[in-house]
């Protein structure tokens, strides 16, 4: 029996729909990311699984219990989960204080709430200041206290909203493992929202894309990023090439997919022949030279550089190919190769760097 | 000139020897303010958060009513609660025209639409999200609210401060209820008109320095709780 279902759940505000038909269960000890782009409906959702709303219409079941059934249930559910608001929100009162509020709600014995209000505060290494006011907190700060609050409670479920958003690198590294410690520490079943798909990747063991009050997709991250289901997923998991087409032949798993203009991409996909799809291709495996080389992989075409753009240690490059083609490739072979504006290239990819979605 | 000199060394006098007169009046003036104030928070600052944390028609039109009293003129209360419990009033039968009972329901219906105005900008001014974080971390209803109220605990008290400033300082609701009664009814503001007229500056001006003295601290106290 899953921890948490919802079924058929739907919300809405002002008669705008918020969350269409959502339908997720998640187990005991899950660690579930629900990653979408701003305004997806990723808060709405898990106000709706802490109870803190009620949904327009569908079912919400904690522990197998419907939770839609009474507010007291709803109270005694509340109390068994915590949930990390997005910004992150402190009392005006002193560190230790803000952290000992949920044990004292649940009427903690003062020796017992002592000792685990004092471990937490160790484990966000804020020990020293507990006696400061909360509100005199940086941003980074402020949220370990946050999310110490929560899991001070022992609650079975965490719910995380963009526990990073806002916040400089190193802080939210800091955050990310405080999750982390959290994970194996206490085992706690935990729902996050995201809109940094890399931070689901790495923290979670299963992700949910939620686009457009809908879920697309679930399933483990690895999955979810390399064969994405529909053409929304796919721009969202920043698959930068998405290029239209029809199958024209398929031979023992290997289809031609024609993007028309005579060109044509290799593929692995069992789709039929006449099957309108979409070739997505990851930037980062596309390999940029300047001659024509002799390789393993299927797929090569020549094109004239039009953009460069520097992001990080890597230079995002755009290749007019007759269709347009984005590569990743490090700033040094950049350099080195001479990749600039007007540059002629040949950019090569392999027939398993391609995933191919059915166009719906 | 040399008569007001007389008057406030006269009245320094009266106030360091613990004149009894001078005393009473004080004591009466702070027990009756010092009730309506505690009575009327008592009533209005669940009244408040009722108001502020439940959405109906007419809030905004309600509010807007409530800050337009902030500055009702206390003798149309005075009017309005004179009518009340005057023998021929709806109330009459309690016999309390001209009694500090009667100053004291004044003073509260004075009072509460400053108290109940603040007490709703002071819950305004709380963050949206700290009721919420309060309920997800397992606060009951009741458990929310007060800590909506801990937050806004210094807007609170800088309301409470006001609305005893204005109840303690008001003259004409007390002179038309309260009777200016020697030794019953008679505070700080109906003493000092009557001796006044009377032409016995010195109990009004050590009267008056006491007034302002208490204006004085509550200043101070509502300075340094806004600076927090």
Known sequence: MPLIETV????????????KNINIRIDKGEVFALIGPT????????RLVDLLEMPASGKIYFDGRDATESKRVRFEMRRRMAFVIQKPIVFNISIYDNIAYGLKWRGVKKSSLCQKVSSILEMIGLSAYQDRNARTLSGGEAQRVAIARAIVTEPEVLLLDEPTANLDPLSAAKIEELITSIIHQYGTTIIMATHDMSQGQRLAN?????????????GDPREVFTSPKSREVAEFVSVDNIIDGIIVSSEEGIVAVDIGGNKIIEAISSYPVGEKVYACVRPENITLTLSK???SARNSFIGQI???VSVGPLSRIEINCGFRLVALVTKRSAEELGLEKGRQVYATFKATGVHVLREN | MPEIWQGLIKAIELIVTLDPEVMSIAGRSLTISVTATLLAAVICLPLGSLIHFNRFIGKRTLINLIQTFYSIPTVIVGLFVFLLFSRAGPLGGLNLLFTPAVMIIGQMILI???LLGLTVSAFSGVDKAIPDTARSLGASDFQTVAVVLKEARFAVIAAILLAFGRAISEVGL???VGGNIRGFTRVFTTAISLETSKGDIELSIALGIILILIALIINIVLNRLQQR
């Open chain 1, 8 to 19: 058929d759940l739907c919300q809405k505000y002002d008669r705008r729909d918020i969350l």
């Open chain 1, 39 to 46: 305004g997806a409906g990723k808060t709405t959702l898990l």
């Open chain 1, 206 to 218: 299963r992700i949910g894309v939620l686009i457009n009050g809908g879920i697309l997709q679930t």
């Open chain 1, 293 to 295: 080389t002799t390789s």
């Open chain 1, 306 to 308: 039009t953009q460069v």
């Open chain 2, 112 to 114: 509460a639409p400053i």
């Open chain 2, 174 to 176: 007390a002179l038309m």
